[in-house]
């Protein structure tokens, strides 16, 4: 059974920085494109960055040159470095694996102002 837990949430103030991780386990990790999404309180949830498994990398406009999404495959874990943070940065980020569509259970990321 494949499974995806995140760490790495919390409290911090703008311009702070906090670097989310997300292990998997019971899967081949190092071919599957692997994502970020984040899901703030009356909002649809939306993709922040996304990693192939060659390393190629994409990112939500509202976050380019703040966020950067990697990849151990070694600890087959996905990170999510986040920097200069904003209060609309708030929500519940999610790791994502495509390939079986398999979700983690989130993180809560809150910036105050």
């Known amino acids: 059974q494949v499974q995806l837990v995140e760490s790495g949430g919390g409290l911090v103030q703008a311009g702070g920085s906090l670097r989310l991780s997300c292990v998997a386990s019971?899967?081949?990790?190092?071919?599957?494109?692997l994502a970020w999404y984040r899901q703030a309180p009356g909002k649809l949830r939306e993709l922040v960055a996304g990693?192939?498994?060659?390393?190629?990398?994409n990112y939500v406009d509202s976050v380019k040159g703040r966020f950067t999404i990697s990849r151990d495959n070694a600890k087959n874990t996905v990170y999510l470095q986040m920097n200069s943070l904003k209060p609309e940065d708030t929500a519940v980020y999610y790791c994502h694996m495509l390939r079986g569509d398999v979700w983690g259970p989130g993180t809560q990321v809150t910036v105050s102002s």
């Open positions: 990693i192939s498994s060659a390393g190629s990398t």
């Open positions: 019971g899967t081949t990790f190092s071919t599957n494109f």
